[in-house]
């Protein structure tokens, strides 16, 4: 057998750490911070062992699958709404059947729970392009529901965000938080500002939007919470519309 090259030894952790953050984010959507690493090694198919290799404690696990889902939070708004959720392409523990298919954003993103539907790209596109007829908001919220269903550490950044990361000590939470403000809450403040604006001229007031971080921090809180329920009786890609409806966006 011909030995495995650097490069591939690197892809293969790296694909390993995907995996594992991928395991910890679901296991945290049913057991919050009662998660344990053996808990994580079960979920991930991994034994203690390889799983405490790479993290000893839940701590650094839970701070690195949050900042690993930062790098990749504001995508849902530069991306084109009606864009379809794209999978990446198989990675070399996909091709040895040593981990399970990739999901969106390059990670093993876990789609709904028990429902193929939800994790058709095709049906999230078009509910993503239907939401679109009801404004820019709206499409926008559809689309970050359809991402959290498919990358629950998404959700859980969004979810965490909203408490102020106060599972973390004030050293992590800070630069999170203030990373956060920078990567999603403003784009999204000047998404729903614009949105504001044009309402305003349909209207004939055209007033200056006040408190968009603090509309935008609602937004998000709202979406979290209509998500919980959907998210875990694995119908989010299906009823992402109805939330938006619901709230009005």
């Not at 820019?136 to 689309?143: E, I, L, M």
């Not at 603090?214 to 109805?242: T, W, Y």
């Amino acid at each position: 057998m011909t030995p495995r090259t650097k490069e591939q030894n690197e892809e293969i952790r790296l694909q390993r750490l995907a995996q594992i953050r991928k395991a910890a984010a679901d296991v945290f959507l049913n057991k919050g911070p009662l998660l344990e690493i053996r808990d994580v090694a079960a979920q991930a198919g991994l034994g203690y062992g390889t799983v405490y290799h790479y993290y000893s404690n839940k701590g650094d696990l839970l701070y690195d699958l949050l900042w690993d889902a930062l790098e990749r939070a504001g995508g849902w708004l530069k991306a084109p709404l009606e864009a379809p959720l794209k999978v990446p392409p198989e990675s070399p523990l996909e091709a040895s059947g040593e981990a399970p298919a990739g999901g969106h954003f390059g990670l093993a993103a876990a789609a709904d729970t028990g429902n193929a539907a939800a994790a058709d790209s095709r049906s999230g596109s078009r509910e993503t392009a239907a939401a679109a007829e009801l404004g820019p908001v709206a499409a926008a919220g559809v689309r970050l529901l359809q991402l959290w269903a498919e990358d629950h550490a998404l959700y859980l950044l969004h979810k965490l965000a909203g408490e102020g990361f106060a599972s973390l000590p004030e050293a992590r939470s800070a630069p999170l938080s203030a990373a956060f403000r920078r990567e999603v809450l403003s784009p999204l403040a000047a998404l729903l500002e614009t949105g504001h604006a044009a309402d305003g001229a349909a209207d004939g007031n055209m007033e200056e939007p006040p408190y968009q971080l603090q509309r935008a921090e609602m937004l998000l809180a709202a979406l979290v919470g209509c998500a919980s329920l959907s998210l875990r009786r694995g119908r989010l890609h299906e009823e992402a519309k109805d939330i938006a409806c619901f709230l009005k966006l």
